[in-house]
Structures are given as C-alpha cells and as structure tokens.
C-alpha cells in the first residue's frame, strides 16, 4: 500500500483529500502545525473513514523540525501533497514577507527533505490566481501567467518555478494543481471550510449572512463588463478537488513516461456570476438573502474560468458534484458549525 505524506492535512482541501485518498485504499499520514486549522479534524477524518490518521504538528518553516519527522517517518512513502501554505489574499497584500517565508521556506525545505529521501511523486497546491486577468477565456495550461493578483498568487508562481527548475536535477517528478474556486463541504458535514474573523470569500461570507452572523453580504462591483455587472468565477466541489489530487497521484504513479513537471486546471469549466451565486444560494436555502452592491474589491479579476480538457483526458478527472451540491453542502456545514458553537460557545 503506498503511502502518502499530506502537508496541510488538517486544512480545508487538505482534510477533504485526506479522505478520498483514504477511501482510494492509501495509507497517509499528515504535518500540520494547526496555525489556520484545528487539532480535531483528524478525529473528523477518523468519523468519516473508520481510520486514524496521524497529524505531525510541524511548520516547515522549521527545517532541524522537518528534517528529524522524514528521517523517522519516510519509510513506504512514495508520494507527497504539498498544501501547508497561507492563502488570504488580503493578509498576503499586508504582509508579503509573512506569506514569501511561509509559503517559499516551507516549500523549500520539504523540496530539500524529498529529495534527500527520495520520494519520488509530488503534488503541488497551485492555484488559478497565476494566471491574473486573463486576456482570453476559458483558460487553458498553457494561457500566460500573467501579474498575479497579490503576494499569495506570487508565491504559487514562484512556487511552480521553483518546481520546475528543481525536476530537471531531481528524481522527483511533479504535478501542479492549479484551483480555480473550490466551495462547498463533505457531505457528512463534520468537516468543512473554516473562515478565521470575517471572511474573505464568497460562499463563507453567504453562508455566514444566512445564518445571521453577519448582517448582509456586499457584492464587489455591479459594473464590470460580464453579463449581469457582477465578477464571473469558475467554482467547483472541494470532494471534485480532492478526488483530482488522488488522480494526480495515480497518474504519477501509473506512468513513469509523464513529464517530470505537469500542470492540470481544475476547473468546472463553468463561469458563474456572484449574483447568479447569490441567487442559487437562495433557491437551495429557500430563504431571501440580505445583500447589497457595493465598490470594486482591489485585486479582482473580471472573470476566469478553466478549459479543464487536459485534466479529463490525461488524468481522467471531470467535475462530479453540481452547483446545487455545492451550495447545499456549503450550508449544511455552516448549520453544523452553528450547533456546535451553540452547543460549546
Ligand atoms: C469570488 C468573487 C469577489 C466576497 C480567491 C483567491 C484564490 C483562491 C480563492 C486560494 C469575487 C466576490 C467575495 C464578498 C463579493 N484562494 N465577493 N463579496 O477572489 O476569486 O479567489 O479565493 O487558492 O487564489 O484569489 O475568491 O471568494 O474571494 O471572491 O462580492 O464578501 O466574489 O469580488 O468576484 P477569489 P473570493
């Protein structure tokens, strides 16, 4: 049974895979340092697969700390999944040196202990954001990467550059993610999306006026040059995110001949208003929601979404979950999350 080291396991899209990796039949064990995400979520992954998962609570930003888990623990594992990374655009826009050393020198140091032990699969937690504001649409792998909208779109530039020098001198083959908006939660409801303060993201920040933590959601900008005024975004199931990160890794391990270094879009393929967002949300929650128009957010692009052709055909990953799923899992979470803080304020 191959063994898969998952960085940023107790994360977001980290404990989603965590899952389907689990339930592919791989074994994983995990390194969170727990500074965005909580201790409890490998119990959660243990309530949903029946398997306990270890979290290794390390920063990798503390190589001496790095160093010592691989040399202990990098017997049977073939692959890793880098998702240990810091993504609020905002804070990222305030604070580039926090996100270029935790981003870069975490990178850096895994990249040193991979190669050190050999592993020979990567995969890497890249995102839409590198492609900035796309002069043309849908975009493909090979679109430009153009000024990314922020110090945390540079870090996944420069992330992916420094993936691609690396292969060329390293037996480590990689594969890039590049994420368009992934939403949404796992259908049981015990793990999620969880948004620190006020968030910064579309679905948390409905989900969070729905359920009146916050009084009502403005909508960045009614006149941009899309159909209905409002930004377009590609937005896609977090579980169809996880499930092209098990993909990725087959695909690593299944053909030895695939390029040392590889990029997939993962995308729906679909572009959404955030108005056409807000309207489907009240369709699924069967409630109006309180929203209003307000100016341009700093930073935005007009409108990006995914060609997810090369995804489909080489790694034989398409979307599984639709709109719907996605918003109605996005608000059964948030409920959950309700009842429990009512339950443990
Ligand atoms: C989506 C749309 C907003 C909040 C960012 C990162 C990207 C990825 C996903 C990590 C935009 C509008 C939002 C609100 C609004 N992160 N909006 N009111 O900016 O497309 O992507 O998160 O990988 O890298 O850049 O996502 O959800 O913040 O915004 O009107 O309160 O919703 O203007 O048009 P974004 P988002």
């Keep these: 049974m191959s063994k898969i080291l998952v960085t940023g396991g107790s994360g977001y899209i980290g404990s989603h895979t965590i899952v389907a990796l689990l339930e592919a ?18 119990d959660r992954i243990e309530q949903i697969t029946g398997t306990e998962v270890v979290n290794h609570r390390i920063n990798l930003v503390d190589r001496p700390a790095l160093e010592a888990f691989f040399q202990r623990e990098h017997h049977g594992i073939t692959g890793v999944i880098h998702f240990a990374a810091f993504k609020a655009v905002g804070e990222s826009s305030a604070n580039p040196l ?50 990314p909208e922020s110090p945390y779109g540079r870090t996944k530039v420069i992330g992916e550059a420094f993936l691609r020098d690396w292969v060329k001198v390293s037996a480590t083959r990689v594969v890039a993610l590049r994420y368009f908006n992934p939403v949404g939660a796992h259908p049981s409801a015990l793990i999620g999306e969880f948004s620190r303060g006020i968030p910064e993201n579309l679905l948390p920040y409905i989900t969070q006026t729905a359920a009146g933590i916050r009084e009502r959601l403005t909508i960045y900008g009614r006149d941009y040059p899309t159909r209905d005024g409002t930004c377009v975004r590609d937005y896609l199931h977090v579980c169809d995110v996880a499930q092209a990160h098990v993909a990725a890794i087959r695909h690593l391990g299944e053909h030895a001949d695939a390029p040392s270094f590889d990029v997939f879009n993962l995308g729906s393929g679909v ?3 955030v108005l056409e967002m807000v309207q489907a949300f009240e369709e699924v929650s069967g409630a109006p929601l309180a929203y209003s128009f307000g100016e341009r957010r700093t930073g935005d692009v007009v409108a990006v979404y995914a060609d997810n ?17 996605m918003l109605r899992t996005a608000w059964a979470w948030e409920q959950a999350l309700s009842q429990s803080y009512n339950a443990h304020p």
């Design 309 to 325: 052709t090369k995804a489909r055909e080489q790694l034989g990953w398409t979307t599984q979950y639709s709109l719907q799923d």
């Design 25 to 42: 039949g791989y074994e994983v064990v995990s390194i969170d340092d727990h500074s965005r995400s909580h201790d409890f979520i490998m």
């Design 98 to 147: 926090l996100y270029f050393e935790n981003n870069l020198v975490g990178q850096m140091n895994l990249m040193r202990c991979v190669e050190q032990y050999s592993i020979p699969h990567f995969v890497f937690s890249s995102s839409c954001t590198v492609y900035g504001n796309p002069e043309s649409l849908p975009v493909t792998e090979h679109s430009p990467l153009l000024e």
């Design 271 to 273: 572009g959404q208003t």
